[in-house]
C-alpha cells in the first residue's frame, strides 16, 4: 500500500531491509482474508530489537485500511450505543508500552488516515465526566483508594467524528472500558477484606462480639461500558510470554473471550487453577477458535506459554527468528566484580568510566569546540527499595537520575514524560551547554523489570547494567535487550561476587549469559 510505504520510509529511512521476522511476516500475514477461511493465528517469535511492532503493525494497518469502506456501515450501527467501537486491539502488559506504540502506530498511519487511540490518561478530555453515575462512583471510591490515576474514562464528547480504528492498552483498562468502570472493584473489595479478615485472625487481635465491630457493606457502582468489541477483526498480544504468564493470563483471555462472545462466538473461559501444566493434557485441553484474527509476540518462548497455545491454539503457526533466545547479534557482555565494599559506590565508578571513554572518544574525533555528548544509561534492580536507595546515592554524588518502580508518582501522569530523553523518538533533545552535564540533566535511569519488556529506548543507551542476579535468563534476556537494538552496538554490564560467599552462583550466572550472547 503506498501510503503505508511512505509513511515506513518516512520512519525508518529508504535504505531499511527487513528483519529475519519482518521478512515472515511479509509471507504470511499479509495475505487477504477470504470469506469462510479461518482467522489468522500466528505467534512472532523474536530477539529483543529485532522490530517485532512492524512486523505486526504493518498487515494490521493495511488490511484496516482496506477493509475500512466494508465495516463502515457496522461501525456506522454500533457507534450509535458505545463510544468507542475499535476494530483492532493491541494489548500490553504496561502503560509506557502502549503509549510508545500507539505513536508508533499513528507514525505509520498518518498518511493513510486510520485513526489510532491509546487507552491513556493523555487522551483524557480537558472537561471531567459528570454524569451522576461517575460523581456517585467518585464519592464511593475516593476514599476506597479503588480509582487509578494512570487510567482514563473516554467521555462521549472526547470521541472524534471518525471511528477509532486501532486501539492500544492493557487487558485491565480494555476490560474497565467494554465492562464498565467499577465492574471488579466489590470482587476486589471481597478479597481486600478476606486478605485482612486472615492477617487480624492470626493476630487474635480483633474480636467481634453481637456483630459490635462489623462495618456496614459498602455501595458498588458500575459506570456505563465506553467501548463495543463487535467490530474487533484483530488482536494482538504483544509480549505474549508476560500477558499469559500467571499475573496477566486471568485478564487477558477473560478479554478474548469478551470479544469473541461479543462478535456472536462464544468460547469457554478456563480457570487458571484447572490449565495443564503439560502439553497434550486431556484433562484442560480445549482448543480455541477466535473469531477474529489473532497475532502474538514475543522475545522469549517460555515453557508455560508454548504449552497453553499447544493445548489451546494447536492450529497456531509460530515464526521465529533464527536468534530467538539470545542476545542480539550487536550487544556485547561484560562482567565485573564487586569490590567488597560499597556496592552503590561500584555503580557510579562504572558509570564515570563509561562517561571517561565517553571523553576519549570526543578527543579523537571531534571537528571542532562543543560539549561531550555523554552516554544515557539504564540500570535495572530487582526491588524497588533497592532502586530507591541506588537513585538517592547517585544524586547526592552529583549524578541525576530518574528512580522508576511501579508504585512511582511519575506514573501516574498519564503520559510518558518522566522518560523524555532515554526512550526512542520521545521528543527532540535539549540542546545547549547544560544538556551534557549529568548533575543537571538525568543521564541514569534506575528501575526494576517494569521497562524491561518492549520499551524501545534512545539509541543513546548503549549500556545496560545489570546489578542484581537476574531471576531467570528470560528476565536477563529481556533486560539486556534494551540496548543493542535495530542493529545499533550495546554493552551488557552484568555485576557479580569474583570469590568468597556468592561467587558459585555469579560463575553460574556468567555460563548462563555466555550461552545466550552465543
Not at 454500533?78 to 508508533?104: I, M, Y
Not at 542476579?469 to 539486556?480: G, K
Amino acid at each position: 500500500m503506498p501510503g503505508l510505504l511512505q509513511s515506513l520510509q518516512e520512519t525508518l529511512g529508504t535504505e531499511a531491509r527487513p528483519t529475519a521476522i519482518q521478512a515472515s511476516s511479509m509471507k504470511h500475514l499479509f495475505q487477504e482474508h477470504v470469506e469462510g477461511e479461518k482467522y489468522k493465528e500466528f505467534l512472532l517469535a523474536s530477539e529483543t530489537g529485532s522490530g517485532k511492532s512492524i512486523a505486526y503493525l504493518l498487515p494490521v494497518l493495511q488490511d484496516l485500511k482496506r477493509t475500512e469502506h466494508e465495516q463502515s456501515n457496522a461501525i456506522v450501527h454500533h457507534s450509535s450505543r458505545k463510544p468507542l467501537n475499535p476494530r483492532a486491539l493491541v494489548l500490553a502488559p504496561t502503560h509506557e508500552l502502549t503509549r510508545q506504540l500507539a505513536s508508533f502506530a499513528k507514525s505509520l498511519s498518518h498518511v493513510i488516515k486510520l485513526r489510532v487511540m491509546c487507552a491513556s490518561k493523555a487522551n483524557t478530555a480537558s472537561t471531567a465526566k459528570s454524569s451522576g453515575t461517575a460523581s456517585k462512583m467518585k464519592g464511593k471510591f475516593e476514599g476506597a483508594g479503588a480509582s487509578s490515576d494512570t487510567e482514563f474514562i473516554i467521555s462521549k464528547t472526547s470521541r472524534g467524528s471518525r471511528p477509532v480504528d486501532l486501539l492500544v492498552g492493557t487487558p485491565m483498562k480494555i476490560l474497565e472500558m467494554e465492562r464498565g468502570r467499577g465492574w471488579n472493584w466489590e470482587e476486589r473489595a471481597r478479597e481486600r477484606a478476606m486478605k485482612i479478615g486472615k492477617k487480624a485472625e492470626e493476630r487474635e487481635d480483633v474480636k467481634e462480639e453481637d456483630g459490635e465491630n462489623k462495618e456496614p457493606p459498602r455501595e458498588f457502582w458500575i459506570d456505563e461500558p465506553e467501548m463495543g468489541l463487535e467490530n474487533v477483526q484483530w488482536v494482538v498480544v504483544d509480549e505474549a510470554d508476560v500477558l499469559f504468564d500467571p499475573d496477566f493470563q486471568e485478564s487477558t483471555r477473560m478479554l478474548l473471550a469478551d470479544i469473541a462472545a461479543a462478535r456472536g462466538s462464544p468460547v469457554p473461559v478456563i480457570p487458571a487453577s484447572a490449565l495443564s501444566s503439560t502439553p497434550d493434557s486431556d484433562a484442560s485441553a480445549q482448543p480455541i477458535s477466535y473469531p477474529f484474527n489473532f497475532l502474538l509476540t514475543s522475545a522469549t518462548i517460555p515453557a508455560s506459554l508454548s504449552t497453553y497455545l499447544s493445548n489451546n491454539h494447536p492450529s497456531l503457526t509460530r515464526l521465529a527468528s533464527p536468534r530467538l533466545h539470545h542476545l542480539p547479534s550487536t550487544l556485547r557482555t561484560e562482567h565485573t566484580s564487586w569490590t567488597g565494599g560499597n556496592k552503590s559506590a561500584d555503580i557510579e565508578r562504572r558509570i564515570r568510566r563509561v562517561w571517561a571513554e565517553d571523553a576519549l572518544v570526543h578527543s579523537k574525533t571531534a571537528t571542532g569546540p562543543g560539549p561531550i555528548k555523554l552516554s544515557k544509561l539504564l540500570v535495572f534492580c530487582n526491588k524497588r527499595h533497592k532502586v530507591e536507595q541506588l537513585a538517592a546515592f547517585l544524586d547526592s554524588r552529583g549524578i541525576k537520575c530518574v528512580a522508576l518502580t511501579g508504585s512511582a508518582d511519575a506514573r501516574k501522569r498519564g503520559s510518558n514524560h518522566h522518560l523524555d530523553g532515554f526512550l526512542k523518538m520521545a521528543g527532540p533533545e535539549a540542546t545547549g551547554p547544560g544538556v551534557c552535564d549529568p548533575a543537571q540533566t538525568p543521564h541514569v535511569l534506575v528501575t526494576t523489570s517494569l521497562l524491561s519488556r518492549g520499551l524501545d529506548f534512545s539509541p543513546r543507551i548503549q549500556h545496560v547494567f545489570i546489578v542484581d542476579e537476574p531471576r531467570n535468563m528470560i528476565d536477563f534476556l529481556h533486560r539486556a535487550g534494551r540496548a543493542g537494538r535495530a542493529g545499533e552496538a550495546g554493552k551488557v554490564v552484568v555485576f557479580g561476587r569474583a570469590k568468597g560467599r556468592g561467587s558459585g552462583r555469579a560463575e553460574e550466572v556468567k555460563q548462563r549469559v555466555r550461552a545466550v550472547a552465543g
